[in-house]
Nanobody
């Protein structure tokens, strides 16, 4: 059973920073990719960033230059450093890992950007 636990969400003022972390439990995980998604109030879950084994990363256009995904598949961890946050970044953030071709999701962590 693969379980993911996220942490690091909270309330931050516009222009501020937060770092989200996600740890996956389970032995012998062969993680192919790690990602972050988000879902704003009333919206659909959308892609934010991902990282493949070997280090290749991709970002949604609105977060490029502001967010950085990092992770260690060997340690079953993935993080998202978020800088220059604005109110449009307010959402529940979910981490995802892909193991054996299957996606596994965390429970989500709330990020609220507000003055």
């Amino acid at each position: 059973q693969v379980q993911l636990v996220e942490s690091g969400g909270g309330l931050v003022q516009p222009g501020g920073s937060l770092r989200l972390s996600c740890a996956a439990s389970g032995s012998g995980l062969n993680i192919a990719a790690m990602a972050w998604y988000r879902q704003a109030p009333g919206g659909q879950r959308e892609f934010v960033a991902n990282m493949f084994v070997g280090g290749k990363t991709y970002y949604e256009d609105s977060v490029k230059g502001r967010f950085t995904i990092s992770g260690a598949s060997a340690k079953n961890t993935v993080s998202l450093q978020m800088n220059s946050l604005n109110e449009d970044d307010t959402a529940v953030y979910y981490c995802q890992i892909v193991v054996g071709g299957l996606p596994y999701w965390g429970q989500g962590t709330q990020v609220t950007v507000s003055s």
